[in-house]
């Protein structure tokens, strides 16, 4: 096995990281669902709120929350309800745009199309949804420790270059979903009731992730 500064096997954990990255999740539909809405500045200041949420899972595993939460069954049950309540917050408030979208019916030929309500706060409800991300929790608690050597004298570089790692990868892709969300964007402003079926399948999407989370396990 190769270890690298106190990683083990750096390349199945670049493989890994990149697998659960592009796995859809509560962190990238958010970010696609913000940049679609509300342009690239918005989709970046989400995109950073990501970024911060996921630099505090992976200090969280570096200081062995995984640890504590095993031994607190009752601490990890609080973070999953309140968790799961705070993505069913905002399956919510996706659903009731999609009414309002919906009712509103297609634009008249030749109007300009009526212009959402821009999401509040990006970053800090980007913030709140990465740090409650069910993906995230049970990869950087329960997976991203894993790569970890015991036994190196300084194992604070060996997480520095994991969440390195993680996060130039979560960069590129949320760049990528950044620009599409806003290529969709020019594409769908004038086709409300299209827009609003979209809405209404992330708002489905992120109340599945609720669920998930609710019925998580640190394994």
Known sequence: MVVMLGVTDPLTYVLGTIAIILLPGPNSIFVLTTAARDGVKAGYRAALGVFLGDTVLMLGAALGVASLLRAYPPVFAAVKYIGAA????????????????????????????????????????????????????????????????????????????????????????????????????????????????????????????GVKLATATLS
């Open 86 to 209: 705070y993505l069913l917050y905002i399956a919510i408030g996706l659903i009731r745009a999609a009414v309002k979208r919906w009712r509103t019916g297609p634009a008249a030929p030749g109007a300009e199309a009526e212009v959402d309500q821009p999401v509040r706060r990006p970053f800090r409800r980007a913030l709140m949804v990465s740090v409650f991300n069910p993906k995230a929790i049970l990869f950087i608690i329960s997976f991203f420790i894993q790569f970890v050597d015991p036994t190196y004298r300084y194992p604070l570089v060996s997480f520095a270059i994991l969440a390195l790692i993680l996060q130039v990868c979560s960069f590129l892709y949320l760049t990528t979903l950044i620009f599409g969300g806003n290529y969709l964007a020019s594409q769908f402003r004038r086709r409300r009731r299209l827009s609003s079926a979209l809405s209404a399948g992330v708002a489905a999407l992120f109340i599945g992730f």
